[in-house]
């Protein structure tokens, strides 16, 4: 999910990234346990400078709780990119289904920090970034939250039921219009990062109601041409629909070459 400059707030005015000092998001996890690879539910905050910051709750292969992890990015253009992890597998221990509150937050003396809640259990965890700089948010599309899964496998999903973001929340005031979902590239949005690299699989669907968004299981497999093992046969089909197109073209000058002789 992008918030765009200028996205309305409850009680009306636009989102003013460069004045922001806390986004919290209030989500509902899905129920997804024992994935085939890493799930995250996750918050991320571009900072003026360009270091992008990161906190999830997030569920490991093998196991059936969401667990905190927090890191950051310091240069979105290094390849490869390198990641610095703050938090590691910390508790609030989260059961499949529970509903959690992330918030990143800029406050003295610790500037950038980052709190995960469990109202449920009445339970929290609360961290600075550590970082030296303190630069306000960058001004622009930020991808604020997302469900980012390093698992492609149909199986981890198909009961997931839905992973449910009832609000974003900045300084307090609700976003309640304005920002848009972002799956690929387009050519109407340009968010200032992207979180993940490929676009996701057409069995989960994305849909938005006002301030709420929904990630569900859709449950049928459309393939996916930026998926690796999918890249040979995309290729094939590509190189035979233009061996195809100019068949087809020298067809048409010859017959228009023939018609021009009678």
Do not use: C
Not at 43 to 49: F, G
Not at 157 to 166: A, D, I, K
Not at 170 to 181: A, T
Not at 235 to 244: D, I, P, S, Y
Request: no cysteine; glycine share 10%.
């Amino acid at each position: 999910m992008v918030l765009p400059e200028g996205s309305q707030l409850q009680g009306g005015g636009g989102l003013q990234w460069e004045h922001a000092r806390n986004i919290t998001a209030t989500v509902t996890l899905p129920t997804i346990e024992y994935p085939s690879d890493t799930v995250y539910a996750i918050m991320s905050v571009m900072t003026a400078d360009g270091v992008v910051l990161q906190v999830a709750t997030g569920i490991y292969p093998g196991n059936s709780t969401w667990l905190v992890y927090s890191m950051y990015l310091a240069d979105v253009t290094q390849t490869p990119q390198r990641y610095s992890w703050v938090l590691n597998s910390s508790a609030p221990r989260a059961a499949p289904g529970d509903y959690e509150v992330i918030s990143i937050f800029l406050s003295q003396p610790d500037g950038w920090s980052f709190r995960v809640a469990d109202p449920r259990q009445d339970s929290y965890v609360q961290r600075s970034f550590g970082l030296s700089s303190n630069q306000p948010a960058m001004v622009g599309d930020q991808e604020s939250f997302a469900l980012e899964s390093y698992s492609w496998d149909q199986a981890t999903f198909e009961r997931m039921g839905s992973m449910v973001l009832s609000s974003i929340l900045v300084d307090g005031q609700r976003v309640d219009n304005g920002f848009y979902s972002y799956a690929d590239w387009d050519m109407v949005h340009s968010p200032l990062f992207i979180v993940g690299g490929a676009a996701p699989p057409q069995f989960v669907s994305l849909g938005l109601n006002g301030s709420t968004a929904t990630w569900s299981y859709g449950g049928t497999w459309q393939g996916d041409i930026q998926r690796g093992s999918d890249a040979p046969i995309v290729e094939a089909f590509l190189l035979l629909l233009a061996v195809a197109l100019v068949v087809v073209v020298i067809s048409m000058l010859l017959v228009t070459r023939r018609a021009g002789r009678k």
